[in-house]
C-alpha cells in the first residue's frame, strides 16, 4: 500500500505534514511518497527515512491559496497536489492526501483522476461522531448548487461509503431538510426526495437539522451549501460552547472548582466533537482514493487521514461505487 | 398597548398561553386580549382576571398543525389566528402573538394584514445570544426558495429591527456563505453579494458559518431553508453537547463531583443558548406586529413574546420598515 502525500499544502506544511507522514510510515500504515519541494521535505526528515518507507518525488511548484483552482492547474503542471495525483492516476500510489487548497485538490481529481462513469457530481464526504455512533453527511463543500439527481447520487455514494468503511450494514439514508413531511422543503428537496423514495436504497425520509447531532440516520445528504454550512457553523459552536462553558464555570469559587475537576472531561468532548480524527473527507465519486485535510491539519491529523486513505483502499469503496453504477442500481436506475 | 395573544396555538395551550398573559397583564406589559374558545380560556383564568387588563375574543375553530395553513384559513373563518390578527387589522390590537402553526400564522398575517409595499417576501426573523451582544439573523423559514433580490429585502428589514430592537446603530450586515471571497456561493449568494455590496445598507461581506455563533455581524442574511437548518442544527448541537457534557462529566468520581459544582452553570448556558427567552420571533415585512414563539412555550416564553411584541409596537419598526421601502433607499434603490 502506498500513498501520496502532498507535502506543500496547508497551514504548517511542510513540516507537520512530513512529520504525520513519518509517524504513519513508522507505525507500518502504509508506505508514504511525500510529494513537493525535495530540499524542504529532505529538511524535516529523520536520517533514517523511517526505515525507507518513505520516498520522495520532487515537484517544483504548489497551488497558492488564493489562486483559481482550475487556472492554476492548467498553467502549473508540476503542482505538488496535481504530481501526487498523477502517481495515483498511472498506479504508483494508491491514494493520495492533501491539506492544501480544497479546489485544487478537487481540480485534480476531476482532471487526472476523472470521474467514475455514471457520477455527475463528486461529493466531499464527512465523518462526524454521534452518541449513535460514526455518522456520514455529504456534500460538504464540492457542489454549490445542485439538481435533485445529484443528491441521490450523494445517496448513493454515501450509503457505500458508510456500509464500507463505517461498517454500517443498509445504511439508514436522510435527507436534511426543513419539515419531516414529505410535502415540505424547497424545490431541490421535494423533488430529490421523490427520487429517493423510488431508489433502491434505504431512505428513511426527511431529516430535520435538529436531529443530525444525535445520529437519527447513518447518512445525511444535503447540497455543498448547505452541508458546508452546516459543518462549518459546529466547528464554530462547539468552540464557542466550550468558552462559554468555561467562562460560566469561573464565575464563582463552588463553580471554579468545579470547572478544575471537570476541566479534563471537557478537553475530552473537545476531541470528540473534531472531525479531523477521523481521518479526513474522502471526495467520493472520482475515480481514485482522494482525502482532503483541513488547512490546519498537523502531523496527528496527516497521520490519522493516512490511516483513513489506506483504510479507504482496503475497503475498495471506489470499485464499489463503479460497479453499483454500472448495475444500474442506483442513481440513475 | 394591547396585544392579541393566540390562546389555542402551541403544545401547551390555552392553559400555558393564559398563563403567560396572566403574568404579562399583572406586570403591566400590555393589556392582552385571548383569542380562542371562550369556556377553555376562562378555565385558567384567575377570578380577578389581572385587575381586567385582559379580555377575551371568543373564536370557535383552531388550524390543526397538519392542515395546510392557507387552506384551513380559506375553509374556517373563526380560527383563534386569524380572528387575533384581525384584531390588529381592525385596530383593536397592536399586535399578535401565537405559538400555534407557524404556516398558518405567516398566511393570516400576509391574507389578512398583507405585506408593506415594495417587500416581496416578509420573513421571519431571530434573536441570538452571542459574547459581543444579542444578534440577528433571517429568514429562518419562511422561505425555502429565494431570488437575490429577496435577500437585500430581508437585509434591509434585519438592519432596521436591529436598530430598533437590538438597539446597534447601523448595523453590519453579514451575507452567509461557503466563503469570504466575493466570487464564493451558489448561484443565489453570488449575485445577492453584488446587489448588497450596491445598496444602502452597511454590508461587511461573506460570513462563514463557523463566525456566526461569535457574533461577527449584527444581521446574518440567508435564505429561508440555510436559516432554517442553521436554527434548528443549532437547537440540536446545544441539546447534545449539553448531554455529552453530562455523560463525561459522570464518569469518575473526580469529575462527578466536578459536574455537582459545575451543574448551577451548566444549566444557565443552556438558558443562554435559549432563544426563546428574547421573545418569539418577528415575521417581518408584513402590515403589523406579528410575533411567532416556538411550539413549546410555556407561560415564561409567552409572557417574554408580549414584552418583546410591545417593545416591537413601542419601536415602530413597522412603520420604519414602510417609510424606508417607500423612499426607495432599500432594496428596490
Do not use: W
Not at 494508491?94 to 480544497?102: E, K, L, P, Q, W
Amino acid at each position: 500500500m502506498k500513498i501520496a502525500v502532498d507535502a506543500m499544502g496547508g497551514d504548517y506544511a511542510p513540516e507537520e505534514i512530513v512529520k504525520g507522514a513519518v509517524q504513519a510510515a513508522e507505525e507500518n500504515i502504509a508506505e508514504i511518497i511525500l510529494v513537493g519541494d525535495k530540499e524542504a521535505i529532505a529538511r524535516h526528515l529523520p536520517s533514517n527515512r523511517a526505515g525507507s518507507r518513505i520516498e520522495i518525488v520532487h515537484a517544483a511548484q504548489v497551488v497558492d491559496m488564493d489562486e483559481p483552482p482550475a487556472v492554476a492547474l492548467r498553467r502549473k503542471k508540476d503542482t505538488s497536489i496535481a504530481t501526487a495525483t498523477r502517481l495515483v492516476k498511472e498506479g504508483k500510489a494508491d491514494a493520495v492526501i492533501s491539506a492544501g487548497s480544497t479546489g485544487a485538490q478537487m481540480a485534480a481529481a476531476h482532471i487526472i483522476l476523472g470521474r467514475i462513469k455514471g457520477i455527475q457530481r463528486p461529493a466531499i464526504a464527512t465523518v462526524f461522531p454521534t452518541r449513535r455512533g460514526a455518522k456520514l453527511i455529504l456534500d460538504v463543500g464540492a457542489n454549490a448548487d445542485c439538481k435533485p439527481q445529484h443528491l441521490v447520487e450523494f445517496a448513493l455514494m454515501g450509503s457505500i461509503y458508510a456500509e464500507k468503511i463505517l461498517e454500517i450494514s443498509h445504511p439508514k439514508v436522510g435527507l436534511l431538510n426543513i419539515g419531516t413531511e414529505e410535502t415540505k422543503g424547497n424545490e431541490l428537496t421535494q423533488t430529490a426526495y421523490r427520487l429517493l423514495k423510488e431508489s433502491s436504497l434505504n431512505f428513511a425520509g426527511n431529516v430535520e437539522a435538529r436531529d443530525i447531532p444525535s445520529g437519527i440516520v447513518d447518512v445525511v445528504v444535503c447540497d455543498g451549501f448547505v452541508g458546508n454550512v452546516v459543518l462549518k457553523f459546529a466547528e464554530g459552536l462547539a468552540g464557542e460552547m466550550l468558552e462559554l462553558i468555561k467562562q460560566h464555570l469561573a464565575q464563582s469559587l463552588i463553580t471554579r472548582l468545579g470547572a478544575a475537576l471537570a476541566f479534563p472531561a471537557l478537553k475530552r468532548i473537545k476531541k470528540i466533537m473534531d472531525y479531523t480524527e477521523y481521518g479526513g473527507a474522502p471526495l467520493l465519486g472520482v475515480e481514485g482514493v482522494s482525502i482532503i485535510c483541513h488547512g490546519s491539519s498537523k502531523a496527528k491529523e496527516i497521520r490519522n487521514a493516512i490511516k483513513g486513505a489506506a483504510r479507504g483502499v482496503e475497503s475498495r469503496y471506489v470499485e464499489r461505487i463503479r460497479e453499483f453504477v454500472a448495475k444500474g442500481e442506483g442513481a440513475d436506475a
